[in-house]
């Protein structure tokens, strides 16, 4: 009676075992899926930038730039330079030119984003030599603000899809590591070498449509990867934190994080005051708003405010105000 009843048990066991493993599996296989259809979304997000960024950038040099003998800053502007002064095609150039900063890539950032990045340049060079754009102007200021605009375009497009189509940003983050330089310093520095070369070996007016052509193509790069809406993070400090918070949510319909924390002024731990912190993200055009309801309740308020280069999910958007 005694192994009939162990019996039973042990068969119990195994099924509720068995019944456990069928459900971890289905459990893992569902996590394993909606992981593979994230990245596969993700992959092809990433495509479409990337063949967006090369229509872009193929349109801005050979509608705008190539035909006028103009050129840009960066390794963009090192292979116009080259095309210029010697008969190799551009579109070998833009490959060969950008090869060691990509391959630099692939130690400094990542193989993913050295392989994206040599597709895009070789769809690059391809697009430039193979699809026959139009000539769209022969004015030199239309030619350096929307050629840069349009190679901007495609820069910020490719940074979007995790590749890039000028390398010269790949050895900025190289260099920025190994000295007090900031990537922008880097950027910098090395633009004032291809713009001071090519009025060396060209004139300074072409150098000064350079630069022109570079500062379009540099604020659309900022447009397209920090976004339109540039928003500002407000941390707000203040004995009338919940009345703040209303104001936030009920005149300015956007959200908030509320966190815990402790004035610091004491030197002693235990006199040390809880107050509650609050984190809010605006636009640059309701800061003035922020600002003045904050007065309204507490013109004593702590206010630290500074930008953000992207933000993505929770509720960024405003919420609608009855």
Known sequence: ???????????????????????????????????????FKHILQDIFFILLAVLSAGFGLKGFLLPNMFIDGGAMGISLIIAEMT????????????????IMGFSVISRQFAFKSIVAIILLAVSVHFIPYPTITNDKLLIAIFGGFFLGLGIGLAIRGGSVIDGTEVVAIFMSK?????????????????????????????????????????????FVVSGI??????????????????????????????????KGYSK???????????????????????????????????VVMHSIKDAKGGMIKKRPMA
């Open 1 to 39: 009676m005694i192994a009939f009843i162990q019996n039973i048990i042990v068969k119990v066991t195994k099924r509720r075992l068995e019944k456990s493993n069928r459900e971890i599996v289905r459990t893992r296989l569902e996590t394993e899926l909606t992981k593979t259809k994230v990245e």
């Open 87 to 102: 008969v190799v095609p551009l579109s070998v150039l833009i490959v060969a030119v950008n090869l060691p900063f990509i």
């Open 178 to 222: 190994k000295t007090s330089l900031t990537v922008g310093d880097i950027i910098l520095v090395f633009n004032v070498f291809i713009f001071g070369f090519a009025a060396y070996v060209f004139t300074i007016e072409i150098s000064l449509y350079a630069m022109l052509t570079y500062l379009a193509a540099s604020k659309t790069v900022d």
């Open 229 to 262: 809406e540039e928003y500002v993070g407000v941390t707000i400090i203040s004995d009338k934190n919940e009345e703040i918070r209303l104001a936030i949510i009920n005149k300015l319909g956007r959200t908030c994080t509320i966190y815990s924390g402790k």
């Open 268 to 302: 002693f731990d235990n006199e040390l005051e809880e107050i509650e912190i609050i984190y809010t993200l605006v636009t640059r055009l309701e800061l003035s708003k922020l600002h003045t309801e904050i007065d309204k309740i507490d013109q004593e308020a702590f």
